[in-house]
């Protein structure tokens, strides 16, 4: 079940493999996004001395928030993956000019996740492009609704 999707990742960067971590929370963090109050607009996902990060993804404290809490709302939060697709991540972003970007935070079997991916950015061209396909095939789906009545 997805709780937030990052929109703007599509339209940005063309996702090639996709991959799925878990996220270190608090305890706070864990029922903000429970309650709906995250946004994954402006995050990107960073790599530093072999770890994989999530920076820039903002989750809105609650109001029932204890008093002895003082929740930053953009903290970095480390993105749990196996060995392998770490290192595999690796070399693909420092060789082959790839950037990672989160794609959704969802649910899997009641624990929060981040789906995580492989991406090369898009130039302004393709992003015509795709703005241009969208649109036809808006067209074509109310030319087919118009057409079953």
Same mark, same amino acid.
């Not at 799925?20 to 001395?49: F, P, T």
């Given at each position: 079940?997805?709780?937030?999707?990052?929109?703007?990742?599509?339209?940005?960067?063309?996702?090639?493999?996709?991959?799925?971590?878990?996220?270190?929370?608090?305890?706070? =963090? !864990?029922?903000?996004? &429970?309650?709906?109050?995250?946004?994954?607009? #402006?995050?990107?996902?960073? $790599?530093?001395?072999? @770890?994989?990060?999530?920076?820039?993804?903002?989750?809105?404290?609650?109001?029932?928030?204890?008093?002895?809490?003082?929740? =930053? !709302?953009?903290?970095? &939060?480390?993105?749990?993956?196996?060995?392998? #697709?770490?290192?595999?991540? $690796?070399?693909?972003? @420092?060789?082959?000019?790839?950037?990672?970007?989160?794609?959704?935070?969802?649910?899997?079997?009641?624990?929060?996740?981040? =789906?995580?991916?492989?991406?090369?950015?898009?130039?302004?061209?393709?992003?015509?492009?795709?703005?241009?396909?969208?649109?036809?095939?808006?067209?074509?789906?109310?030319?087919?609704?118009?057409?079953?009545?």
């Amino acid at each position: 079940m997805t709780i937030v999707d990052n929109k703007k990742a599509f339209f940005d960067y063309f996702v090639e493999e996709r991959f799925e971590a878990g996220v270190v929370l608090h305890g706070w =963090e !864990a029922k903000s996004i &429970r309650a709906g109050r995250v946004q994954l607009k #402006e995050a990107y996902v960073i $790599i530093r001395n072999g @770890e994989i990060f999530l920076f820039g993804a903002h989750i809105s404290a609650l109001a029932s928030t204890s008093t002895h809490v003082h929740p =930053e !709302a953009t903290r970095t &939060r480390k993105l749990l993956l196996h060995a392998a #697709e770490i290192n595999k991540l $690796i070399g693909k972003v @420092e060789r082959s000019g790839y950037t990672l970007v989160p794609l959704n935070l969802h649910y899997v079997r009641g624990r929060i996740k981040c =789906e995580i991916g492989l991406a090369k950015g898009k130039k302004q061209h393709d992003k015509r492009n795709t703005e241009r396909e969208r649109d036809s095939q808006r067209e074509i789906q109310s030319a087919m609704k118009i057409h079953r009545r």
